[in-house]
């Protein structure tokens, strides 16, 4: 038997086979990954159900409004959730809003979204509610939404089968 020999060095043309493939499963693996970081500030809230609705297909230049349960509304003003950034360009953490500050007497929802008006005029707001949460806990922050001047607000929902949905 003949022994088989290193094949000769071509150093003009080198291989870039290997290189090829590692960098396509770079590439599949950022795709694959970039979408699960991505959080759209909605909590795990029982949102009610309806028969109709739309699907939320653009969440890009959105707030989610997240205004939970009784157990949670002080005195007769809901307490609302919302991922904001904490300053200037910090990063975004899940904040209680208050309506009407004890202390301060001021409304840190307006404040909020008057700032995200500012940023861009044609933001629109999504409000996820609980589906047992009464009408005059959702009125006051559709009321705070027109006092900042918000142009399109959204309702989350679930269809029937207990699929998310929003409508307008």
Known sequence: MSKRHIPESHSAHPNVTP???????LIIFFMLVAKIGVTTGAEKIDIPSTMIGSKISDMSNTLTLNIPGKAFNIGDLPTVKALVASSAGGEKTMQTLLLQNPVT???QLKNTLMMYKAQNPDFKVIIRADGKQDCRFIMP???TCNEAGVRTIEY????????????S
């Not at 290189?19 to 499963?25: A, G, K, R």
């Open 156 to 167: 989350n929902t679930a269809k029937g089968n207990g699929e998310e949905k929003s409508g």
């Open 141 to 143: 922050v559709l009321l």
């Open 105 to 107: 007497g001021e409304n």
């Open 19 to 25: 290189l090829i493939d590692i960098i396509m499963c």
